[in-house]
């Protein structure tokens, strides 16, 4: 949603949120609250407070055909008082666009932006090469303040293979790296402790999202303790290794690009 209206030159005050990460970077004048599935459930004051606080004039929620629908919560958050406006991406990122124009009062730039969002999807959408590669996805999330980090497998079945592991004809290798017990960050998406799993995977390909710094120097420090498991994996031995636009349901105006550069680094 943020993604739409930043495309319009519509910036929030508040946001709330998470699963584009680094988020603080996309969006460094934004206070950041909470994470959608938090205000949903128990930390619903945490949204009403900041309403207050910072005098936002509306609220704008999501309807998707995610579950929970971050829409479902809009009759009660009006009961409370607040003004909310409701974008839909039930309908596709074309009506998305025309519906935030009306909620920011731009429908002539939202109707550029939708004309300009179709053609760039058709090019990134055309002649798809099915490339039968094998790839591991990672995601690095790190945190300057703190001086964290984290890595995260981006797992099967998720949306990196819908958007675009499925379109190019390649194979999210990241099962045998995945642990049952790990608790799973967001949808689609686990937290990697070790590299434990990987010559099983076997990938062809090791894709780094996200801040690729944090997935670089995972895999060096792979490398330096098993030079003789590294040399067997393709993706390390041939150094496929690329840093690549992260892909997920939060920043849809970034998807054709992001796959046109997907296309381009799994065909080398």
């Known amino acids: 949603m943020a993604d739409v209206a930043r495309a319009l030159g519509c910036y929030p005050t508040a946001m709330i949120g998470g699963q584009i990460p680094m988020i603080e970077k996309e969006f460094p004048f934004a206070r ?9 459930g128990s930390k619903r004051k945490i949204l009403l407070h900041a309403y207050k606080k910072m005098q936002i004039e509306y609220v704008v929620i999501e309807n998707t055909k995610d579950s929970p629908n971050p829409a479902s919560i809009a009759p009660e958050l009006e009961a409370q008082g607040l003004k909310v406006a409701v974008l839909d991406f039930t309908r596709g990122m ?3 666009i025309h519906d935030a124009g009306r909620i920011f009062n731009m429908p002539k730039k939202a109707e550029k932006v939708a004309s300009d969002y179709k053609v760039s999807l058709e090019q990134s959408l055309a002649n798809l090469p099915q490339l039968g590669k ?4 990672l995601l690095g999330i790190s945190n300057p303040q703190r001086s964290d980090s984290f890595l995260l497998a981006e797992t099967p079945g998720g949306y990196i293979d819908s958007a675009v592991l499925g379109p190019l004809g390649c194979i999210n290798a990241a099962g045998p790296m995945l642990s049952s017990t790990e608790e799973t960050v967001m949808d689609g998406i686990q937290l990697l402790r070790s590299f434990t799993g990987l010559e099983e995977a076997n990938p062809d390909v090791i894709a780094l999202t996200g801040d690729p710094l944090v997935g670089q120097r995972a895999l060096r420090s792979f490398v330096q303790k098993h030079p003789e498991t590294a040399a067997t994996i393709p993706a390390l031995k041939n150094l496929e290794i690329y840093a690549l636009p992260h892909c997920c349901s939060a920043n849809p105006m970034e998807y054709p690009q992001a796959l046109a550069l997907w296309k381009q680094a799994l065909s080398g």
Request: proline fraction near 0%; charge should be negative.
């Open 32 to 40: 950041q609250l909470e994470c959608v599935l938090c205000v949903m």
């Open 94 to 96: 074309e009506q998305a």
């Open 134 to 137: 094998r790839v591991v996805t």
